[in-house]
């Protein structure tokens, strides 16, 4: 994360109080990410992490924490949600939501091999399983209709074949979702945002997902083909690797089976992923917000990751 809302310890120093956490010690903005405003805070029981949420509402947010809340109790390595002395677990800060959760152990992998795929392939198919009973439903947020409002948003910044590539993309996307092997995918709450850098791993064993607030209901399937175009893939190119595509995909099929209907929607649901992040990529980039603390990601980078599916397909989910 950015940050977008400078907090110090003094404006915690009333504001922790309502939280079951003694004094706040420590506070350290984190430079990383570019959704929300995140800081490591050290108080008299512990590590937490505390976010503003600079785009989520209040009424959005219950979706969210309640997830991870949900995960954890069923044994998912998620971030458990702080509640306040009235059981709330999204608190006004600087007039912004806010939220308060435990702090993870390890630290990401950001040269994954084999090993650390299969850890993510099993923990995905997991949490898919185990989100079946969550009694709240919201849209994923950067879905379809989305992606439909803002291509004309950053369409006057690409040059001509570039928003042609964008045009067509989309229009293969809103037909693929309008048709009968889009409505068999499986679907539920999904994470949407799986990358290396939201997964901790102590040595080759993950010790943790987090960043859930880009989650929402969605299929299966886009949530897997999301994680596999970033943990795959060679960065510089885009191109999948083999071998670790195998790997996540072998591991995630053991807890969960593929069904004809995800074999089919594959390689669609690997030029979704890359289309989504493609778009918010260049909408961050063209259309930045004011921040402290801000690092834009490349779009370049899923446009080319598009390009290559394009070009290349992807091996078999179960080969
Ligand atoms: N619960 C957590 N435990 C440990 N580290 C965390 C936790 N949440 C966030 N972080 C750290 O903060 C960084 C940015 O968090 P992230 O959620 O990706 O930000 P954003 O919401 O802006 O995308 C992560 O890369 C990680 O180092
Ligand atoms: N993973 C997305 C953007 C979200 O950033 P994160 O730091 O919250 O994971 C991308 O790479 O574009």
């Given at each position: 994360?950015?940050?977008?809302?400078?907090?110090t310890?003094?404006?915690?120093?009333?504001?922790?109080?309502?939280?079951?956490?003694?004094k706040?010690?420590a506070?350290?903005?984190?430079?990383s990410?570019?959704?929300?405003?995140?800081?490591?805070?050290?108080?008299?029981?512990?590590?937490?992490?505390?976010?503003?949420?600079e785009?989520?509402s209040?009424?959005?947010?219950?979706?969210?924490?309640?997830?991870m809340r949900?995960?954890?109790?069923?044994?998912i390595?998620?971030p458990?949600p702080?509640?306040?002395?009235?059981?709330?677990?999204?608190?006004?800060l600087?007039?912004?939501?806010?939220?308060?959760?435990?702090k993870?152990d390890g630290?990401?992998?950001?040269?994954?091999?084999?090993?650390h795929?299969?850890?993510?392939?099993?923990?995905?198919?997991?949490?898919?399983?185990?989100?079946?009973d969550?009694?709240l439903q919201?849209?994923?947020?950067?879905?379809?209709?989305?992606?439909?409002?803002?291509?004309?948003?950053?369409?006057?910044?690409?040059?001509?074949?570039t928003?042609?590539?964008?045009?067509?993309?989309l229009?293969?996307?809103?037909?693929?979702?309008?048709?009968?092997?889009?409505?068999e995918?499986?679907?539920?709450p999904?994470?949407?945002?799986l990358?290396?850098?939201?997964?901790?791993?102590?040595?080759?064993?993950?010790?943790g997902?987090?960043?859930?607030y880009?989650?929402?209901?969605?299929t299966?399937?886009?949530?897997l083909?999301?994680t596999?175009?970033?943990?795959c893939?060679?960065?510089d190119?885009?191109?999948?690797?083999?071998?670790?595509v195998v790997?996540?995909?072998?591991?995630?099929h053991?807890?969960r089976?593929f069904?004809?209907a995800?074999?089919?929607?594959?390689l669609?649901?690997?030029r979704?992923?890359?289309?989504?992040?493609w778009?918010?990529r260049?909408y961050?980039?063209?259309?930045?917000?004011?921040?402290?603390?801000?690092?834009?990601?490349?779009?370049?980078?899923?446009?080319?990751v598009?390009?290559?599916?394009?070009?290349?397909?992807?091996?078999?989910?179960?080969?």
């Amino acid at each position: 994360m950015a940050v977008f809302t400078p907090v110090t310890l003094d404006d915690l120093s009333q504001w922790i109080k309502q939280f079951p956490l003694g004094k706040a010690l420590a506070l350290k903005g984190i430079a990383s990410g570019i959704e929300n405003s995140n800081f490591f805070l050290t108080t008299e029981r512990g590590e937490y992490v505390l976010t503003i949420f600079e785009n989520l509402s209040f009424e959005q947010l219950p979706f969210y924490v309640q997830l991870m809340r949900h995960l954890a109790e069923r044994g998912i390595p998620v971030p458990a949600p702080v509640a306040n002395d009235a059981g709330e677990l999204v608190v006004a800060l600087h007039g912004k939501p806010a939220a308060i959760v435990s702090k993870l152990d390890g630290s990401s992998q950001m040269d994954p091999q084999p090993v650390h795929c299969a850890e993510v392939g099993t923990i995905l198919a997991k949490m898919h399983l185990a989100g079946r009973d969550f009694p709240l439903q919201q849209p994923n947020l950067r879905g379809l209709d989305w992606w439909v409002e803002t291509v004309p948003k950053v369409l006057p910044f690409l040059d001509a074949e570039t928003a042609a590539l964008l045009q067509s993309e989309l229009a293969f996307q809103r037909e693929f979702a309008a048709g009968p092997t889009y409505a068999e995918l499986e679907r539920g709450p999904v994470h949407a945002d799986l990358f290396r850098n939201n997964v901790m791993f102590v040595g080759e064993r993950l010790s943790g997902c987090f960043d859930f607030y880009f989650a929402g209901w969605d299929t299966w399937l886009f949530d897997l083909a999301v994680t596999v175009n970033d943990w795959c893939i060679d960065l510089d190119t885009g191109r999948l690797d083999e071998a670790r595509v195998v790997a996540l995909t072998r591991a995630y099929h053991a807890v969960r089976q593929f069904t004809a209907a995800d074999q089919a929607a594959w390689l669609p649901m690997l030029r979704a992923a890359a289309l989504r992040f493609w778009l918010s990529r260049l909408y961050d980039y063209h259309r930045p917000r004011e921040a402290e603390m801000l690092t834009p990601h490349d779009p370049t980078h899923f446009e080319r990751v598009l390009r290559e599916r394009i070009a290349r397909g992807a091996p078999n989910l179960t080969a």
